[in-house]
Structure formats: structure tokens, C-alpha cells
């Protein structure tokens, strides 16, 4: 029989009776409540607009609009991505940020 277990840092698969276990992800609630009806911050949302208003805003210029370092926009824009909310068209230098506009999940997050 399998059995799972699961904490804010770890998902464990138990198998059979003598169980045998296996690490099956890590920071599991973190990345749970990344995917799953985790609102938008401020800075996300700051962003998807500066964004959407002039796609071809590099992340720099993005930095000196909000106000946060360029690692938070990097771990911003990462989220926006992962959430399938934001996507890069093109290479770094000549493309562009394209913003996926979903009616539903926008009006939910306080976006449309």
C-alpha cells in the first residue's frame, strides 16, 4: 500500500509494510501555495502593469519604477511566470514581456 505524508517542508511517499520511504519533493507547501489561490502582491501587480503598459521594459528600469532590488523583480517576474501570467517573447536583449491575460483568475486576484 502507498501512504503519503506531507508537511509545510516535505512530501514523503511510504510503500508497503516495511516502509519504504522516499523523499518526493521539497519545500512542497511553498510551491503548493505559489500555484494554488495565493493572491498577488503589490510588487506583482506593479509589475504585470509596468509590464503590460511598455513590454519592452527591461527588469532594470522595472527596479527603478518600483523601488524594490533586482533580485525581488527577479523572484517577482520568476512567480508571475511559474503562475503562467507572465511570458518573455524573444531573446533578453530584442524581445519582449507578454502578459497572459485570464479573465477569471484576474478578477479573483483583484487584477481586471
Given at each position: 500500500?502507498?501512504?503519503?505524508?506531507a508537511?509545510?517542508?516535505?512530501?514523503?511517499?511510504i510503500?508497503?509494510?516495511?516502509?519504504?520511504?522516499?523523499?518526493?519533493?521539497?519545500?512542497?507547501?511553498e510551491?503548493?501555495g505559489?500555484?494554488?489561490?495565493?493572491?498577488?502582491?503589490?510588487?506583482?501587480?506593479?509589475i504585470?502593469?509596468?509590464?503590460?503598459?511598455?513590454?519592452?521594459?527591461?527588469?532594470?528600469?522595472v527596479?527603478?519604477?518600483?523601488?524594490?532590488?533586482?533580485?525581488?523583480?527577479?523572484?517577482?517576474?520568476?512567480?508571475?511566470?511559474a503562475?503562467?501570467?507572465?511570458?518573455?517573447?524573444?531573446?533578453?536583449?530584442?524581445?519582449?514581456?507578454?502578459?497572459i491575460?485570464n479573465?477569471?483568475?484576474?478578477?479573483?486576484?483583484?487584477?481586471?
Amino acid at each position: 500500500m502507498l501512504t503519503f505524508r506531507a508537511n509545510t517542508q516535505h512530501l514523503l511517499a511510504i510503500w508497503g509494510e516495511r516502509g519504504v520511504k522516499r523523499l518526493l519533493g521539497e519545500k512542497v507547501g511553498e510551491e503548493v501555495g505559489e500555484k494554488v489561490g495565493e493572491a498577488l502582491t503589490s510588487n506583482q501587480r506593479q509589475i504585470l502593469t509596468l509590464l503590460r503598459e511598455n513590454p519592452r521594459m527591461a527588469a532594470r528600469e522595472v527596479v527603478q519604477h518600483i523601488g524594490i532590488s533586482s533580485r525581488k523583480v527577479e523572484q517577482n517576474i520568476a512567480k508571475l511566470k511559474a503562475l503562467t501570467l507572465l511570458k518573455r517573447i524573444g531573446p533578453a536583449k530584442g524581445g519582449y514581456w507578454q502578459v497572459i491575460e485570464n479573465g477569471e483568475w484576474r478578477m479573483e486576484n483583484g487584477l481586471g
